[in-house]
């Protein structure tokens, strides 16, 4: 699939300009005071609170965080479905709400696959149909090419071409998701948000879709921003990672060098976390997610911190350079496989990781 | 666990399936299962979806409706668990056999405050006294890690985050100390930090009861590192089972070497996908049902199922790892 249509939105910023840029990007909610439940006061719910990230053009990167972190506020906000509150979020170098309002050329160019497939897709749809509505929606294609267009769609997910006339209802879990990708696709985009895109598949039908999307990520330079908690799917997926917690990012860089030695806590913590063969069940994090409605004093992570210190308690960090494209928001970041017993591999670092680095230099940390 | 597996099998187990077979309509979706549970140990079923591994949790508690079963399972003790008459096996359910559920929230009453329904089930299975029964699950809660464990007493499943439901769904299959817990995906829907902490929890107080449970799971790194011995199924049928070292690292079964190298460790990136799905129940081959996808699939392998052949590992002592193979690695 080779893109030939004009691209308005393309020519105009310099070559270096990211395709998404969030500057100190706050989303507060107004939620009922808890405990009154039937009081109008309200108070505010900070999901997003200064959060710095940098997408290039090409990037792929990995949003990782436990449930109430953000991530899925941090995806409404970069699909312009929630204006932050405060600070800037933009795309291309403009404001996504501007870029929004003036067309249909930004819901083209970032296609979402949904969490939730199946519930994604009309079940009164048949598969045919779902992929060429948004081929008749942004006019990709005229009507006599679209079964054309749909089957090259089809065979580009790996679905076989007779599936056009089947319906959701009749498709497995992980033809839905596939079905979901060749509709995303449709439009022609340069980026491809995923929420969750393999969560709740079997290994199999997971491994199956993980190299479909690799595979498409590479063929067509496609900007991946995939949302997961599972950082073995981080690690294949995506060059970059953001780990966030309770609204902020809290260790950004190269997938393979954050996952190879985390500088916070929190980073070490999941990582030790994920199922390793053999190895003995890691002492786990003390406590749960802090409701974000009754926040920390000091940092937000010094209640479950394993390495807290004094002054954590008190003091707030924000996300500072650490490293060579490596940005933590940790007053003490552990050094090199601190609190990490379970690293043994030393093929993490891959030569591929040095190169992002110097291609994307992230000015993530507050200067 | 890691390190030295309990290799030598108890002198009686505790439970043994025999040739378990479950009907659903014309669909056959459990297909002559064999398993034992020794006592005290950790037993992991694992597989994909459609492998039945909830199945035979649900099958030994007596909770499958509409569906035929076959086969014996033998409870030490008790005898025949699919020929109990439903009186008595409503007796054994809590006292010698209870479950975890995948989905706390949905196993807990929304109608009532957890520390009743915990308060019920220790007042029905061991008769206790009310105010014994909230001694006990004052100290039940506590021991599973639920802090202000009196004022948690009265709260409603819904007030509670999905980590704190699933311990005291924990602490409710626990209450009457029975021989062997079930655990289906108890983990499954929760944050990974979270996940670490139940396991933790199911294993240390199944342990210090010398229970024996029944894990079902889907992750095989989870498995390795959680469970003594592992059965692996597919669509039904068991396909290898044994000492989880034995099974993951000698697996003689070409699904557990699929299975094994679908599991995307950290840093992974040779990833290789399988082909093909798990056939549809209507068009299951008679024999072994993953030929259809097998890349070491002989002619024979479709048509007959073959039997569990165990795998004379080198090693001295009998380990009881077998698999079901007519064309094994």
């Known amino acids: 699939m080779t893109r030939t249509r004009s691209e308005p939105l393309r020519d105009k910023p310099a070559a270096n300009t990211p395709v998404f840029e969030l500057i100190d990007v706050e989303k507060t909610f107004q939620v009922p005071k808890p405990g009154r439940r039937f009081s109008r006061e309200t108070v505010g719910l900070k999901a997003l609170d200064g959060v710095r990230l940098r997408i290039n053009d090409g990037a792929s990167l990995a949003l990782v965080g436990e449930s109430g972190s953000g991530k899925s506020t941090l995806l409404r906000v970069l699909l312009g479905l929630d204006a932050p509150t405060d600070g800037r979020a933009n795309y291309r170098g403009r404001p996504i709400s501007d870029v929004r309002s003036k067309g249909t050329e930004f819901a083209r160019d970032v296609a979402l696959v949904y969490q939730d497939a199946r519930g994604s897709l009309d079940p009164r749809m048949t598969v045919g149909a779902l992929i060429a509505e948004p081929l008749r929606h942004f006019g990709i294609v005229s009507r006599e090419e679209e079964p054309a267009r749909v089957a090259q769609l089809l065979d580009r997910v790996g679905l076989p071409v007779d599936s056009a006339q089947r319906y959701p209802s009749g498709l497995s879990g992980g033809q839905v998701r596939r079905v979901a990708i060749a509709r995303a696709l449709a439009s022609e985009p340069s980026v491809l948000v995923a929420d969750e895109a393999v969560s709740g598949l079997d290994v199999s039908t997971q491994a199956q879709l993980l190299t479909l999307l690799r595979g498409l990520q590479q063929d067509m330079g496609l900007t991946l921003v995939f949302i997961t908690h599972d950082l073995g799917v981080a690690s294949y997926l995506c060059e970059k990672i953001a780990i966030m917690y309770l609204g902020r990012i809290v260790e950004t860089g190269a997938t393979n060098d954050v996952l190879a030695a985390p500088a916070h806590p929190y980073s070490a913590a999941l990582r030790a976390a994920a199922p390793r063969f053999f190895e003995p069940l890691p002492e786990p994090l003390p406590g749960e997610i802090p409701s974000p409605l009754d926040l920390p004093k000091g940092c937000r992570f010094s209640t479950r911190c394993p390495s807290v210190k004094g002054d954590c308690r008190t003091r707030d960090p924000y996300l500072a350079q650490h490293g060579v494209g490596r940005s933590v928001a940790c007053l003490h970041p552990l050094s090199d496989g601190e609190g990490l017993p379970l690293v043994s591999d030393a093929d993490m670092s891959s030569p591929a990781a040095a190169d992002i680095q110097n291609q994307t230099d992230t000015p993530l940390s507050r200067d | ?329």
């Not at chain 2, 007493?153 to 409710?172: D, K, T, W, Y």
């Not at chain 2, 829907?189 to 139940?198: E, H, K, M, P, S």
């Open chain 2, 1 to 329: 666990m890691t390190g030295t597996p309990t290799l030598t099998p108890a002198p009686q187990p505790l439970l043994i399936v025999d040739d378990l077979s479950v009907h659903r309509g014309a669909a056959k979706i459990l297909d002559r299962v064999k398993l034992t549970v020794e006592k005290g140990e950790t037993l992991a079923l694992v597989g994909e979806s459609g492998a039945g591994k909830s199945t035979i949790a649900t099958a030994l508690m007596g909770l499958l409706s509409g569906a035929k079963v076959e086969g014996h399972a033998e409870l030490e003790g008790t005898g025949d668990l699919l020929s109990l008459p439903s009186k008595q096996l409503v007796k054994l359910r809590g006292q010698r056999i209870s479950m975890i559920f995948q989905d706390a929230g949905a196993a807990l009453n929304p109608a009532y405050t957890v520390g009743r329904q915990l308060i019920s089930a220790l007042r029905r299975n061991l008769g206790l006294s009310r105010r014994d029964a909230r001694a006990r699950a004052v100290d039940l809660f506590s021991s599973v890690g639920i802090n202000d464990a009196e004022a948690r007493l009265s709260a409603f499943p819904h007030q509670l985050s999905g980590g704190m439901q699933q311990r005291v769904m924990v602490a409710i299959a626990l209450a009457c100390n029975p021989d062997l817990l079930l655990a289906d995906e108890p983990t499954s829907a929760l944050d990974v930090t979270i996940q670490a902490q139940i396991v933790r929890l199911i294993l240390s107080q199944t342990r210090a009861r010398g229970a024996s449970c029944i894990f079902v799971l889907h992750d095989l790194a989870l498995a390795s590192q959680s469970c003594d011995r592992i059965v692996v199924l597919y669509a039904g049928q068991v396909v290898e089972c044994g000492p989880a070292r034995d099974v993951l690292e000698r697996h003689r079964h070409p699904y557990t070497r699929q299975l094994k190298s679908c599991v995307l460790e950290i840093g992974r990136q040779d990833l290789e996908a399988p082909e093909g799905t798990v056939p549809s129940h209507d068009s299951m081959p008679p024999g072994c049902r993953f030929a259809t996808r097998c890349p070491r699939a002989l002619p024979r392998c479709a048509a007959e199922m073959p039997p569990l052949t165990p795998a004379s590992d080198d090693r001295d002592g009998a380990s009881d790892h077998a698999f079901a193979c007519w064309n094994p690695e």
